[in-house]
């Protein structure tokens, strides 16, 4: 049995802290509104404010999600939340292939917690 080099072993692609920037990089490219995007840059949510929290739940709210016990750890909400700090369509974060809309609600969950 051989051993494996630590660098050889491919970690799955996460949000990333690099030099005080918050990178959410998507494991595929998707195109929207015409536009290839690869990546979001999440810095903003370091702006977030209390209001902001109230808008995603707002959102999720006229959408028919009251019904949530914790709202603030759901993927709807993790939608939510990125699109009202980053400035993006809901819809964008809406429309993320499975993978990546659970890596988005990690990623806000973590940021909140």
Do not use: W
């Not at 404010?49 to 016990?69: F, K, P, Q, W, Y």
């Not at 809901?90 to 429309?95: G, Q, R, T």
């Amino acid at each position: 049995m051989s051993e494996v080099n630590e660098s050889e072993v491919k970690q799955p692609e996460k949000a990333v802290n690099k030099k005080d920037e918050l990178v959410f990089v998507l494991r595929k490219p998707i195109k929207f509104e015409g536009e290839t995007i690869e990546s979001f840059n999440c810095e903003r949510m370091n702006d977030a404010t209390t209001n902001d929290l109230v808008l995603a739940r707002r959102m999720m709210n006229s959408h028919g999600s009251s019904l949530e016990i914790y709202p603030e750890r759901s993927m709807e909400f993790a939608c939510y939340f990125a699109a009202v700090t980053l400035n993006k369509p809901a819809e964008l974060f809406l429309n993320l292939k499975p993978v990546d809309g659970m890596r988005l609600k990690n990623l806000v969950a973590d940021f909140l917690y």
